[in-house]
């Protein structure tokens, strides 16, 4: 079974920099893992931030962005806002895009 | 605009059966699969599975093949997740999604606001 793995939580200041990663159980992570990011504050569902690694939906604020980074996939804030503050999971596609599998999530403090 | 607007909470006890749906406004429905999430309490996100509205083409996770069904209505833009005989370990909050994947990649666009199923004696 597939495992797709994320930090359980990180800290970081008001206006500073924090980047989470993606890892795949089953090895390096690609770009044709086409992996996406969400937001979710308590009590809401999900919001889409990123897809296809580095592309960003028009809601999207500037300061989130997608990367690939050490054989991970990675979303960097930059800049952070107290409202922030969430969850944020990875999907990473398996199977041609017909098969998703959501990474653990990552609690994100804004302290 | 993009909408997927759920059913609403259901209550159930063990053993009952249990149809949920999730209405696709504002695009073509036929055009992009629907997906379906869950969440228990407290808990991350599972891919339960995807069906294409346009030829009900459906593909299940592995850990929920057998245990639902997906299926959609495309004459009214509805996609339908459903137990024949539910179980406590089925209380979540499950999603509905808009996914598609085309030359440009693959994505997870828009969310449902959510259907909370709560399965107690």
């Known amino acids: 079974q597939t495992v797709v793995t994320q930090e359980p939580s990180l800290t970081v200041s008001p206006g500073g920099t924090v980047t989470l990663t993606c890892a795949s159980s089953?090895?390096?992570?690609?770009?044709?893992?086409?992996p996406n990011w969400f937001q979710q504050k308590p009590g809401q569902a999900p919001r889409a931030l990123i897809y296809?690694?580095?592309n960003k939906h028009s809601w999207t604020p500037a300061r989130f962005s997608g990367s690939l980074l050490g054989g991970k996939a990675a979303l960097t804030l930059s800049g952070v806002q107290p409202e922030d503050e969430a969850e944020y999971y990875c999907l990473l596609y398996y199977g041609g895009a017909q098969l998703g599998v959501f990474g653990t999530g990552t609690k994100v403090t804004v302290l | 605009e993009v909408q997927l607007v759920q059913s609403g909470a259901e209550v159930k006890k063990p053993g009952e059966s249990l149809k949920i749906s999730c209405k696709g406004s504002?695009?073509?429905?036929?055009?992009?699969?629907i997906g379906w999430v869950r969440q228990m309490p407290g808990k991350g996100l599972e891919w339960m599975g995807i069906?294409?509205?346009?030829?009900?083409?459906?593909r299940y996770s592995p850990s929920f093949q057998g245990q639902v069904t997906i299926s959609a209505d495309k004459s009214i833009s509805t996609a339908y997740l459903q137990w024949s005989s539910l179980k406590a370990s089925d209380t979540a909050m499950y999603y509905c999604?808009?996914?598609?994947?085309?030359?440009?990649?693959?994505?997870?666009?828009?969310w449902g606001q959510g259907t909370l199923v709560t399965v107690s004696s």
């Open positions: 069906i294409y509205p346009g030829d009900s083409d459906t």
């Open positions: 504002g695009y073509s429905f036929t055009s992009y699969w």
């Open positions: 089953t090895g390096a992570v690609t770009s044709g893992y086409y």
């Open positions: 296809s690694t580095s």
């Open positions: 999604v808009r996914h598609y994947y085309d030359s440009s990649g693959a994505a997870v666009d828009y």
